[in-house]
T-cell receptor, first 114, second 114 residues
Framework: AQSVTQPDIHITVSEGASLELRCNYSYGATPYLFWYVQSPGQGLQLLLKYFSGDTLVQGIKGFEAEFKRSQSSFNLRKPSVHWSDAAEYFC????????????FGSGTRLSIRP | DAGVIQSPRHEVTEMGQEVTLRCKPISGHNSLFWYRQTMMRGLELLIYFNNNVPIDDSGMPEDRFSAKMPNASFSTLKIQPSEPRDSAVYFCASSSEDGAYEQYFGPGTRLTVT
């Protein structure tokens, strides 16, 4: 069965430090992969997506993610975090149709230390 | 585009009352999804529609919950009768088959049942 795992429930990093949020997926074929961000009291906003091609994808707000088939991972990275990056981050995957279920990970809450 | 529109943004009701949540998807999107988010259970998919037809309602918690999509631009999620454990944030999202597949989320409806 399709699943998405985010092993880190909560991460705290200092402002200006680099960030990596982990995501592992389980799917029979190469899925479509997404990272969403949710600020407090807000809906989810798409940061970036991977469908095919270049395994390093760039997103909004300076985020990037790398698809590694051998590790079934799609980790999110940012070289230097800002206080405004404090939020909940969700990794997600889906199949080849918009009618397919999108499976969300449980989320990672990011806190920024001043 | 105005994005996904949900109403009301906040709803406070008493146990036993009927609650109706509304969603207007992005124009041209043909899939619509209803989610519920709580601290305890995270983000749960309740039901999704494709071309106005319910595809999977296995996430609907019980018969008190029902959802309809009478046309491509409107959907409702109804809870009757409501219970305190239904208190949550309910999100609507829509997506398109036109190469995108990612879901665009509305701002959510925060429901409180007392």
């Amino acid at each position: 069965a399709q699943s998405v795992t985010q092993p880190d429930i909560h991460i705290t990093v200092s402002e200006g430090a680099s960030l990596e949020l982990r995501c592992n997926y389980s799917y029979g074929a190469t899925p479509y992969l997404f990272w969403y961000v949710q600020s407090p009291g807000q809906g989810l906003q798409l940061l970036l997506k991977y469908f095919s091609g270049d395994t390093l994808v760039q997103g909004i707000k300076g985020f990037e993610a790398e698809f590694k088939r051998s590790q079934s991972s799609f980790n999110l990275r940012k070289p230097s975090v800002h206080w405004s990056d404090a939020a909940e981050y969700f990794c997600a995957s889906t199949g080849y149709s918009s009618a397919s279920k999108i499976i969300f990970g449980s989320g990672t809450r990011l806190s920024i230390r001043p | 585009d105005a994005g996904v529109i949900q109403s009301p943004r906040h709803e406070v009701t008493e146990m036993g009352q009927e609650v109706t949540l509304r969603c207007k998807p992005i124009s041209g999107h043909n899939s619509l999804f209803w989610y519920r988010q709580t601290m305890m259970r995270g983000l749960e998919l309740l039901i999704y529609f494709n071309n106005n037809v319910p595809i999977d309602d296995s996430g609907m918690p019980e018969d008190r919950f029902s959802a309809k999509m009478p046309n491509a631009s409107f959907s409702t999620l109804k809870i009757q009768p409501s219970e305190p454990r239904d208190s949550a944030v309910y999100f609507c999202a829509s997506s398109s088959e036109d190469g995108a597949y990612e879901q665009y989320f509305g701002p959510g409806t925060r429901l409180t049942v007392t």
